[in-house]
């Protein structure tokens, strides 16, 4: 079975404080992907990457920055954590759409931060 | 921005009654996939349809793709406990759409009281 590891399921930071979010899939996946879920407004994509050491803005990027330095591995860094940043964040991997691939994505369990 | 509706967005039912869920927009899509989110939890893949008029069947959950494949319906029949969770459809645009090219819809929560 694929599986998507996220290192936190719960987090509490203060505003300012660096935050990292590590996210690990065994599946050899090249496509990443970091979304936030908040209520109300559903899975909003953050940064998506393609392939080791490439990164590309998602919907909202503002506030956020990512890592791929191995392909199993995709990290979102949170430079100064802001309360309005308080989410669930939700990690996915995926391999290219084509063939016999849909595009369809794995996700981990998510991480819930909370921003005081 | 191409915007996918999930109607309804909450819906409490009792065990064994049927159950409707549909997912509209004005854009055609490639494919749309069903995602199940249970609590605490991330999103697990239900389905992906992929033709225009399909219908795909997974035990009670019963999918269709729209003619035009715009639309999307998720129907749930003689429900139960275990299908409590917030379902989740995506689509995947011809032409652009999300920055990845997959849109979602912000869910319809589903509570089946025993």
């Known amino acids: 079975d694929v599986k998507v590891t996220q290192s936190s399921r719960y987090l509490v930071k203060r505003t300012g404080e660096k935050v990292f979010l590590e996210c690990v899939q065994d599946?050899?996946?090249?496509?990443m992907f970091w979304y936030r879920q908040d209520p109300g407004l559903g899975l909003r994509l953050i940064y998506f990457?393609?392939?080791?050491?490439?990164?590309e803005k998602g919907d909202i990027p503002e506030g956020y920055s990512v890592s791929r330095e191995k392909k199993e591995r995709f990290s979102l860094i949170l430079e100064s954590a802001s309360t309005n940043q308080t989410s669930m964040y939700l990690c996915?991997?995926?391999?290219?759409?084509?063939?016999?691939?849909?595009?369809?994505?794995?996700f981990g369990e998510g991480s819930r931060l909370t921003v005081l | 921005t191409q915007l996918l509706e999930q109607s309804p967005q909450f819906l409490s039912i009792q065990e064994g009654e049927n159950l409707t869920v549909y997912c509209n927009s004005s854009?055609?899509?490639?494919?749309l996939q069903w995602y199940r989110q249970e609590p605490g939890e991330g999103p697990v893949l239900l389905v992906t349809?992929?033709?225009?008029?399909e219908v795909k069947k997974l035990k009670r959950l019963t999918f269709q793709f729209g003619d035009a494949r715009k639309d999307s319906s998720l129907h749930i029949t003689a429900a139960q406990p275990g299908d409590t969770g917030l379902y989740l459809c995506?689509?995947?645009?011809?032409?652009?759409?999300?920055?990845?090219?997959?849109?979602f819809g912000k869910g319809t929560h589903l509570i089946i009281q025993p």
């Open positions: 996915a991997s995926s391999f290219p759409r084509g063939g016999r691939h849909t595009g369809e994505l794995f």
């Open positions: 599946m050899d996946h090249e496509n």
């Open positions: 990457s393609y392939d080791v050491k490439m990164k």
């Open positions: 854009s055609v899509f490639s494919s």
């Open positions: 349809v992929v033709t225009g008029g």
């Open positions: 995506a689509g995947r645009h011809i032409v652009g759409g999300g920055a990845d090219g997959l849109t």
